[in-house]
């Protein structure tokens, strides 16, 4: 989720009790619900750097209690005043697992069980980026501003400490999940339980649009990729269905996964598809070229690449560039 998410939920947090636990306890819960992402520094690093460390120890299991050390270690420096390390611990504890828990309920994942295994965890059910868990968090982090307002303005004494609102956005949130949920099992289960073509799926997966009742369905079958969109409002309607056909991986791909932007991807990638065909532009000594490119399906379409690798090789199978993109228009 996005960083805002993650200190509106290390704030309520903190407002419920954990506060109360430590000085500096509300600062401890904020800085432990964002302290996964601390990652992002490998963005200065390389686009193929951010994407192998992004999401990886700091969001595992392991690596909680070491980013909850971490966090603890931040506040008292900054803080400039005494904590209480074993309770300040669980505040931080929570607050990691805060941002780990709500990273999985989007596309993207984690991967929990590193450094044993790179398996990738995802739930599917929210975007990264979620508007109306935005609204439910701020309408929770600003009513009690507006109650304290309301009760200056009559003359009343009750102050209120917010506890009350956070509980109840932090609630609304775990029941805009379980019902995303739901609709998730639905959508997958529609794609699933088809026949596309004469063949069975052998996966099925379906991923979240703003709209809860809104999803794109993917189902992969021997020799492709088929993604329908999916309207659980009035049904599911498979003719408006895409298909992408998987490439045979030659000389040419082969030569490909070698460079370091296909090996990162590969670390990554849910959905793969290989596209391998001619480049547009021939080479400058007149021979042709072919454009090699790894997607996963589910960031993008092979008209609208959203992460993918992509390399030229030449025809001696020599690969003349590769790079790593977020997205954009489609690599010639």
Same mark, same amino acid.
């Given at each position: 989720?996005?960083?805002?998410?993650?200190?509106?939920?290390?704030?309520?947090?903190?407002?419920?009790?954990?506060?109360?636990?430590?000085?500096?306890?509300?600062?401890?819960?904020?800085?432990?619900?964002?302290?996964?992402?601390?990652?992002?520094?490998?963005?200065?690093?390389?686009?193929?750097?951010?994407?192998?460390?992004?999401?990886?120890?700091?969001?595992?299991?392991?690596?909680?209690?070491?980013?909850?050390?971490?966090?603890?270690?931040?506040?008292?420096?900054?803080?400039?005043?005494?904590?209480?390390?074993?309770?300040?611990?669980?505040?931080?504890?929570?607050?990691?697992?805060?941002?780990?828990?709500?990273?999985?309920?989007?596309?993207?994942?984690?991967?929990?069980?590193?450094?044993?295994?790179?398996?990738?965890?995802?739930?599917?059910?929210?975007?990264?980026?979620?508007?109306?868990?935005?609204?439910?968090?701020?309408?929770?982090?600003?009513?009690?501003?507006?109650?304290?307002?309301?009760?200056?303005?009559?003359?009343?004494?009750?102050?209120?400490?917010?506890?009350?609102?956070?509980?109840?956005?932090?609630?609304?949130?775990?029941?805009?999940?379980?019902?995303?949920?739901?609709?998730?099992?639905?959508?997958? =289960?529609?794609? /699933?339980?088809?026949?596309?073509?004469?063949?069975?799926?052998?996966? %099925?997966? $379906? &991923?979240?649009? +703003?709209? *809860?009742?809104?999803?794109?369905?993917?189902?992969?079958?021997?020799?492709?990729?088929?993604?329908?969109?999916?309207?659980?409002?009035?049904?599911?309607?498979?003719?408006?269905?895409?298909?992408?056909?998987?490439?045979?991986?030659?000389?040419?791909?082969?030569?490909?996964?070698?460079?370091?932007?296909?090996?990162?991807?590969?670390?990554?990638?849910?959905?793969?598809?290989?596209?391998?065909?001619?480049?547009?532009?021939?080479?400058?000594?007149?021979?042709?070229?072919?454009?090699?490119?790894?997607?996963?399906?589910?960031?993008?379409?092979?008209?609208?690449?959203?992460? =993918?690798?992509? /390399?030229?090789?030449?025809?001696?199978?020599?690969?003349?560039?590769? %790079?790593? $993109? &977020?997205?954009? +228009?489609? *690599?010639?």
């Amino acid at each position: 989720m996005d960083n805002l998410t993650h200190s509106l939920v290390g704030l309520f947090l903190g407002r419920i009790g954990l506060r109360k636990l430590t000085p500096n306890g509300l600062g401890v819960a904020i800085l432990a619900a964002n302290a996964p992402d601390f990652d992002a520094i490998t963005w200065f690093w390389g686009r193929d750097d951010w994407l192998r460390w992004h999401r990886n120890f700091t969001h595992a299991l392991l690596g909680l209690p070491l980013m909850a050390l971490l966090t603890i270690v931040i506040i008292r420096i900054a803080g400039r005043k005494p904590i209480r390390w074993l309770p300040a611990f669980l505040v931080a504890a929570i607050g990691v697992a805060s941002h780990i828990i709500l990273d999985l309920t989007n596309v993207y994942g984690v991967r929990l069980l590193l450094p044993f295994s790179g398996e990738w965890f995802h739930w599917d059910l929210t975007p990264v980026l979620d508007l109306t868990i935005w609204t439910m968090l701020l309408v929770g982090a600003f009513a009690p501003v507006l109650a304290r307002l309301v009760n200056s303005e009559i003359g009343s004494r009750r102050r209120s400490t917010g506890a009350g609102w956070a509980m109840a956005a932090l609630l609304a949130v775990g029941a805009y999940d379980y019902s995303r949920s739901v609709f998730h099992e639905r959508a997958v =289960n529609l794609m /699933a339980s088809r026949i596309w073509s004469g063949l069975a799926a052998r996966r %099925a997966g $379906a &991923f979240p649009q +703003a709209n *809860p009742l809104l999803w794109t369905g993917i189902v992969e079958l021997s020799n492709a990729y088929v993604e329908v969109p999916i309207d659980l409002r009035d049904g599911f309607h498979p003719l408006d269905s895409v298909t992408f056909y998987k490439a045979t991986r030659g000389p040419s791909a082969i030569a490909a996964m070698g460079t370091r932007a296909f090996e990162v991807m590969q670390e990554f990638v849910q959905y793969p598809l290989w596209m391998v065909e001619p480049s547009a532009d021939p080479l400058p000594d007149g021979t042709n070229a072919t454009r090699v490119v790894l997607m996963d399906l589910r960031f993008g379409s092979p008209a609208a690449p959203g992460f =993918n690798a992509s /390399a030229l090789v030449d025809n001696r199978n020599r690969v003349l560039e590769s %790079a790593f $993109a &977020f997205g954009g +228009a489609r *690599p010639r």
